[in-house]
């Protein structure tokens, strides 16, 4: 995902093994946990372990709006905190700009999100996890999304996404290694579908929200898996 922090290291392999060397049996008996875990010690690429996925949207310096696909983002009441790669566009117009908005897409947006991934609003286009990232001046239209104006900050939200957050940057600065952006922003405003808030309330309904989860590289909702990223270690099959 090119707005975010989406690649630890660069290893090609997953190994594994035991933490005392001996034979592990298979916990995978719905309560075989209620025994206690044999754990193994692993050390994958990435850990992706199952963050809902969001269209960041941020203001390029011509004006037009950019969108980007991240998952590493988690909310503490009116503060939400975003990572992403350093050299990112979507990093730069975050400290350009310090504005954004988080677009929260459903389920069925899952395949317009993967496209997105292959995109980069960069000038030049990098090479990211094994696949390319080209560049692309109008993602909305790459992808068929289209534009909403927002009402506190100057970029567009993703009309189709159900959810969409307002947010000013408070704050931003680089991780320890300088290899991502780490941003902390405060909600302006949120817009939500009235199909799936509780009647009279603020209150999304949780029956009816279905967020989109990537799951180690893999695309989830509540419940069940509805398709996998191109960059899977895992595929299906």
């Given at each position: 995902?090119?707005?975010?922090?989406?690649?630890?290291?660069?290893?090609?392999?997953?190994?594994?093994?035991?933490?005392?060397?001996?034979?592990?049996?298979?916990?995978?008996?719905?309560?075989?946990?209620?025994?206690?875990?044999?754990?193994?010690?692993?050390?994958?690429?990435?850990?992706?372990?199952?963050?809902?996925?969001?269209?960041?949207?941020?203001?390029?310096?011509?004006?037009?709006?950019?969108?980007?696909?991240?998952?590493?983002?988690?909310?503490?009441?009116?503060?939400?905190?975003?990572?992403?790669?350093v050299g990112s566009r979507t990093a730069t117009n975050l400290r350009e700009r310090?504005?954004?908005?988080?677009?929260?897409?459903?389920?069925?947006?899952?395949?317009?999100?993967?496209?997105?991934?292959?995109?980069?609003?960069?000038?030049?286009?990098?090479?990211?996890?094994?696949?390319?990232?080209?560049?692309?001046?109008?993602?909305?239209?790459?992808?068929?999304?289209?534009?909403?104006?927002?009402?506190?900050?100057?970029?567009?939200?993703?009309?189709?996404?159900?959810?969409?957050?307002?947010?000013?940057?408070?704050?931003?600065?680089?991780?320890?290694?300088?290899?991502?952006?780490?941003?902390?922003?405060?909600?302006?405003?949120?817009?939500?579908?009235?199909?799936?808030?509780?009647?009279?309330?603020?209150?999304?309904?949780?029956?009816?929200?279905?967020?989109?989860?990537?799951?180690?590289?893999?695309?989830?909702?509540?419940?069940?898996?509805?398709?996998?990223?191109?960059?899977?270690?895992?595929?299906?099959?």
């Amino acid at each position: 995902m090119e707005g975010s922090s989406c690649h630890i290291g660069g290893m090609t392999s997953v190994q594994a093994h035991s933490d005392d060397h001996t034979h592990h049996t298979d916990h995978t008996g719905d309560n075989d946990h209620l025994n206690g875990i044999d754990h193994i010690t692993i050390d994958p690429g990435m850990l992706y372990y199952g963050n809902t996925v969001v269209l960041l949207s941020t203001l390029n310096p011509d004006g037009t709006t950019n969108i980007a696909p991240m998952s590493s983002t988690w909310a503490l009441g009116r503060t939400i905190v975003l990572g992403m790669g350093v050299g990112s566009r979507t990093a730069t117009n975050l400290r350009e700009r310090g504005e954004a908005v988080l677009n929260l897409p459903g389920v069925e947006l899952w395949k317009q999100v993967e496209r997105l991934g292959d995109t980069t609003g960069n000038t030049r286009g990098q090479v990211q996890h094994g696949h390319g990232s080209v560049p692309c001046a109008d993602k909305f239209a790459a992808v068929g999304l289209d534009r909403q104006p927002s009402q506190t900050v100057s970029c567009d939200r993703v009309a189709q996404c159900r959810l969409q957050i307002e947010v000013r940057v408070v704050g931003a600065a680089p991780d320890a290694d300088g290899h991502f952006l780490i941003a902390q922003t405060h909600v302006q405003m949120v817009h939500a579908d009235p199909a799936i808030v509780v009647p009279g309330t603020s209150h999304v309904d949780p029956r009816l929200w279905k967020p989109l989860i990537y799951n180690f590289r893999h695309y989830h909702t509540l419940g069940s898996q509805v398709g996998e990223s191109a960059i899977t270690e895992t595929p299906s099959a």
